[in-house]
Nanobody, 127 residues
Framework: QVQLMESGGGLVQAGESLRLSCVAS????????MGWYRQAPGEQRDLVAS???????NYSDSVKGRFSISEDNAKNTVYLQMNSLKPEDTAVYYC?????????????????????WGQGTQVTVSS
């Protein structure tokens, strides 16, 4: 399995910036993609940005043009650069890994997908 640890959250004023970091450990070779999600109190956990091992990047419409996801494979780290922060960006931000492994069942190799979540880091943006 994969272990994820987020850092970089904090309290900032609207218009300021933060950079979140997510360090992955464990079965790094099983990771197929990484993403950032966020969850505000009383709301569902929503995708913010994701990046696949092939480099395909997706952003939610609410953060396009303001947030950037990137990775440093040498450090097993994914970043979320958050610029022009707004109060509505306030949430707990979670790092997420899409992962999987194959195992032999008789003569067939079966793929077992799984995912892992970090513990979350709080981002609070004041007016």
């Amino acid at each position: 399995q994969v272990q994820l640890m987020e850092s970089g959250g904090g309290l900032v004023q609207a218009g300021e910036s933060l950079r979140l970091s997510c360090v992955a450990s464990g079965s790094i070779s099983e990771i197929e993609g990484m993403g950032w999600y966020r969850q505000a109190p009383g709301e569902q956990r929503d995708l913010v940005a994701s990046i696949s091992n092939g480099g395909m990047i997706n952003y939610s419409d609410s953060v396009k043009g303001r947030f950037s996801i990137s990775e440093d494979n040498a450090k097993n780290t994914v970043y979320l650069q958050m610029n022009s922060l707004k109060p509505e960006d306030t949430a707990v931000y979670y790092c997420h890994a899409d992962a999987g492994y194959g195992d032999w069942i008789g003569s067939e190799k079966v793929y077992y997908p799984y995912d892992d979540w970090g513990q979350g880091t709080q981002v609070t943006v004041s007016s």
